[in-house]
């Protein structure tokens, strides 16, 4: 991959539930029929209010009129309005990990590309189904982006605890999860424990395993060598106007504020840095799947609850005693 250049295909569709089935019977056979002449390629689905459109990627230096050939077929097989967008850059996270981040997550789309038409094609429309997946993918994503998941699992801790300060009442939404985690903690324990051991013993995930293993390296030697930036969590700014109040209003992240040898080390430190930037990555392919933002954060609260009761741990006694071991 030379460079962040795309051509790129839009496909717009009537309502969200079109969406999986355009991507299964759609552009699955499409990348199937085309595959040995298809340069390195993607999809993502939208995110914005409509959340009614997939978006089809394929680098630049595909021959363009084997391309020109396989708009045609994605046009005479999908249901949805079918445009092409021109020859585009590809940008997600440079406002965060500046322009190399798009790079590397354009390249993790592609490597995951079989990964996601997977779970999409397993799951059949059934949402239950998806978020079982997610969660698989979710527990060896902690478990390889931090080493262990007794590091990675604070990551998941971190975001559904600044979730909670969005609502009114933080305490109510909370229980509800705390609740569900409850009824179903004997799958999660047998879950975690099970992937934990060898993926499950599914090639699906063992694959996916190499491949963060694989990012995990390079993202470090990356941040390592000043290639990648982040936006450190001190200055204000990691995303809008608003966002950082929960810093006051969470137990958890009042507890990282004041421990500045925690603050510099996720911040600064690159083997930190590389999983920070693959559990976002983690969470975008969690949305190419269909994964919804607050069932997302529910499954984080599973996973960090599991953990600390698998591996008797407390996620504010870990961040306590970093400054005392540095």
Known sequence: MIENAWYKIVVTLEDEAQVDDVICRGLRPVVAAHGRQLSEHF????????RNTVEFYIHADADEAHFKQMYAHLDSCSKGQVR??????????E?????????????????????????????NGEYPKKLDAALDMMIISADCAYDTIQRGYLSYCSHVNGFFTRWKDPQKIEKTFSEKYKKISPYLHAKVTRL??????DEAYIQYRHVLLSFKESLTEAFRQGQLTVTNIE???ETSQGYRDFLKRS???????????????????PTFLSGRLLTIFTYLLLRRVGIKHKDRYALCYYIYRTVEELFDLNSLDLIKSFAEKG
């Open 43 to 50: 999809f993502t689905r939208s995110y914005d209010g409509s």
């Open 84 to 93: 092409y967008a021109g020859v585009s850059q590809f940008n997600e996270t």
């Open 95 to 123: 406002p965060f990990f500046g322009r190399m981040g798009d790079l590397y997550l354009a390249r993790y789309y592609c490597q995951t590309n079989d990964l996601a038409f997977r779970v999409l094609e397993k799951a």
């Open 196 to 201: 934990l051991k060898n993926d499950g013993g």
């Open 235 to 237: 200055s204000g700014d």
């Open 251 to 269: 137990p958890f992240h009042r507890e990282i504020v004041n421990n500045d040898a925690f603050l510099h080390y996720m911040n600064h430190d």
